[in-house]
């Protein structure tokens, strides 16, 4: 007996129920695309990533070197990401995106063949074209392929896929590491980071937008186009990441030297960071997009505060663990965050825009990662608390300045 045919009244159904799920989700092709590739490359790296200030002491650096490759991270991060943008915005977001991972990819070589510490600052100026050079290009996608409303939502389903590996990797990075020592397990994760690089490529391909033709403008000009809300919001998202940058680089530190848990603990308080980051991004993307993402960026500041107040007042693996929810919270607003940015670019400027916004922040927290290695040798709890005040400021100075009918 024959089959009988799929009912024709039940096949539209289906395709509806997966319409309204990709329009829920903000699933479109090109999004999803950026996003895949964005997930696949950190699978790679999140295996050692978090690791690599123990990696720079297992090769001879101090905590004054260590907060001295946080800033100088940061300074890649600051002066690549304009460059970035005009790229994606001239050849491409496609042949970018390449370009990008081609250059990664001799930063994560020379980081795997480093003799000693100073090798692996020359591989973090290639390694860090992923992370910087390629974030216009993402945010550019998000604003060339979904309209205004699905925005939030498009860089929460990023930012979810994103942490997915942010939450395992440093678990399977810390058994590597236990397993093989802090050299080796982070050259095998290295090794690793490489392959899926290679895989990462085929996914970039599909990408399909056109380039937007518009007036070619120097940077003093795309400044200029900046709205004033969007300034402001720079203002107090420079004061919060300083406050991050004080602190971030020496947490595994604090933990592993200070609090005296293992590199495996310490993989795993970092997963418990990224799994609330998950939890939250959801439900917070999608409110977001419909009552205003005001109040979303203000619990974000305000943990970005919290979090290294909570670390240094954790006397238990419990109570660092209350901390490190904390720190997941601190992305509940982020897609919030980022979509405020792309809405007030103009789309023939926008991967420049979010480019310019990017090196703009970053070159201005460049320093802080050195200052917060050198409030370290006056004793570990300093840049902690400094950064907790800080944070604080920042977090007043955007409640009092961006106004609501800006962040909506």
Known sequence: MKAENPSPSRIPEALSWRGKVASHLALERNVTAASAAVFLLMMGEELWKKFLPKYLEALGAS???????????????????????????????????LVFL???????????????????????????????????????????????????????FQ?????????????????????????????????????????????????NIPIIAGETLGIKKVWQSFHRALKRLLISD????????????????????????????YGALV???????????????????????????????????????????AKSFALLVVAFIIGGLREIGEPSRKAMIVDFAAPHLRARTVGLYYLLRSLTITPAAAIGGVLWTVSPPTPFIAAGLIGLVGTVVFALTVEERYAS
């Open 271 to 313: 997963a418990v960071q990224m799994v609330t980051s998950m939890l939250v991004y959801l439900p917070a993307g999608k409110i977001a997009d419909r009552i205003g993402r005001k109040p979303f960026v203000i619990i974000t500041f305000f943990c970005f505060a919290m979090f290294p107040l909570a670390v240094v007042m």
């Open 238 to 265: 420079i004061i919060i990441r300083t406050c991050e940058g004080l602190a971030e680089v020496l947490i595994v530190l604090y933990v592993t030297n200070i609090s005296r848990l293992s590199l495996a603990q």
């Open 159 to 207: 930012s979810f896929l994103k942490r997915i590996p942010m939450a395992i990797a440093p678990l399977i990075g810390g058994i590597l590491i236990a397993k093989n020592g802090v050299t080796n397990g982070i050259k095998i994760g290295l090794l690793i980071t490489v392959g899926l690089a290679l895989m990462t490529t085929f996914i970039v391909r599909r990408i």
């Open 102 to 156: 081609a250059l990664a990819c001799v930063g994560y070589t020379v980081y795997l063949f480093s003799p000693a510490w100073p090798f692996v600052f020359v591989g973090l100026g290639f390694a860090m074209a992923w992370n910087s050079m390629a974030s216009p290009a993402v945010f550019a996608v998000i604003g060339d392929a979904l309209p205004r409303e699905k925005r939030a939502m498009g860089f929460t």
């Open 63 to 97: 905590p004054l070197v260590i907060g001295l490759f946080g800033t100088a991270k940061d300074f890649f991060d600051a002066i690549y990401q304009y460059p970035g943008g005009w790229i994606a915005d001239r050849i491409g977001r496609r042949r970018a995106f």
